[in-house]
């Protein structure tokens, strides 16, 4: 078992090499996207299949879908973001206090700002998060949660479920912009091509689009989700977290009857 661990464990190490190298999420919206350019008759005279011709041609195609995916996901995320406030929408990221609230962890205040302890979960430097004097810091705390996931091996199943969350989103926020354009190509700009090809196809590309940026808000929305329950079952005080073997002495939680100690 233990060299089926070893394994698993290099294995992983590598994929996380490569992801650090050439993200594959970019690829896939960059490459869509590089698609559409080469398709479209306005910019034929760029000759893209020329220009990735050979081995050279192969590498100077995947950068420039890199690139171009690195773009897409920027351009989508913000428009994701603007779309969420322009309709009244919450963020996904308002839903991490929710969640906490869920799994028992915290109880919301009249003034839905401020947050106090149920002490069913004890996790020591969470109160930092929600009893400052503006209220819940969401970005601080989640950006405190990624770390907590990623620092411990012992979290490791659970840290590729909220990546592979990530990954999701960001690809489909890339893939949002990529299939925009190629509905913005395909739309019949005079007679002759409305007769050959008509609309159809720029709205299936559109509606691509559109489901795209609905699915990208629902993982977005799973990773907040998954986040919290693996934070909250490591400091889980039923014993949940002893499954993995000895609790570390930094996840140890306190007895009901012990007195309070500083978060700090």
């Known amino acids: 078992m233990s060299g089926t661990s070893e394994v698993a464990r290099a294995v992983n190490a590598l994929f996380d090499k490569l992801f650090e190298i050439l993200d594959l999420s970019f690829v ?3 490459a869509t996207f590089m698609a559409a350019l080469a398709w479209d008759a306005r910019t034929r005279e760029l000759d893209i299949p020329r220009l990735v011709e050979g081995p ?10 890199h690139t171009s995916g690195m773009t897409c996901f920027a351009a989508g995320r913000q428009i ?3 779309l969420t406030r322009l309709f009244g929408r919450s963020p996904p990221i308002d839903a991490l206090f929710s969640q906490l609230i869920d799994h028992g962890v915290i109880r919301a205040n009249f003034d839905r700002k401020t947050y106090e302890y149920t002490g069913k979960v004890e996790i020591p430097w969470l109160a930092r998060y929600i009893e400052g004097p503006k209220g819940g810091e969401p ?3 989640y950006a405190r949660m990624w770390a907590e996931v990623r620092q411990q091996e012992r979290l490791l199943p659970s840290f590729s479920l909220v990546r592979r969350y990530w990954v999701s989103a960001a690809t489909l926020d890339g893939l949002f912009v990529a299939l925009l354009t190629w509905a913005l190509f395909l739309f019949p700009l005079n007679g002759d091509a409305y007769d050959r090809i008509g609309v159809f196809p720029s709205l299936l590309a559109l509606f691509g689009s559109g489901f795209c940026l609905w699915e990208a808000r629902r993982y977005a929305k799973y990773q907040i989700e998954e ?4 934070v909250v079952h490591a400091y889980d005080p039923t014993g949940a977290a002893a499954i993995h073997g000895p609790v570390p002495p930094n996840l ?10 500083s978060p700090d």
């Open 227 to 230: 986040i919290v329950g693996t």
């Open 139 to 141: 970005y601080a705390l």
């Open 28 to 30: 896939v919206s960059g």
């Open 56 to 65: 050279l041609g192969i590498v100077i195609l995947v950068v420039a879908a």
């Open 252 to 261: 140890q939680t306190r007895t009901p009857t012990s007195e309070p100690t």
């Open 80 to 82: 994701r973001n603007l």
